[in-house]
């Protein structure tokens, strides 16, 4: 029952936008920490950026600081990924995921994380 489902991945210029959605379902989104992953060719999973539940704290690791926005609409149960001034190193696969309470915990380790999306592309390519 439980799931994320992202979209909004596409393919973009250097220095466009592009506004990533995930959708929930099967839980009630306030109660928990949500946030995004992502995955480019040939290199390891890494952390972006976390929004807490309650205050709505957000947390981002250096590639996103100052250009990725996380936010949260619990009454519809999404979280949304703006990215701006977009990079070909932003060029990965971007997965919503739900942190296992109300905190954000630390980013460089992933794999106490149990709920996660399937991913939507992002391809930064002139």
């Known amino acids: 029952q439980l799931q994320l489902v992202e979209s909004g991945g596409g393919l973009v210029q250097p220095g466009g936008s592009l506004r990533l959605s995930c959708a929930a379902s099967g839980f009630s989104l306030d109660a928990y920490a949500m946030g995004w992953f992502r995955q480019a060719p040939g290199k390891e999973r890494e952390g972006i950026s976390c929004i807490s539940s309650g205050t709505a704290t957000t947390y981002y690791t250096a590639p996103a600081k100052g250009r990725f926005t996380v936010s949260r609409d619990n009454a519809k149960n999404m979280v949304f990924l703006q990215m701006n001034s977009l990079k070909s190193e932003d060029t990965a696969v971007y997965y919503c995921?739900?942190?296992?309470?109300?905190?954000?915990?630390?980013?460089?380790?992933?794999?106490?994380?149990?709920?996660w999306g399937r991913g939507t592309l992002v391809t930064v390519s002139s």
């Open positions: 995921v739900r942190w296992p309470g109300r905190i954000c915990v630390s980013m460089a380790d992933y794999t106490d994380l149990e709920v």
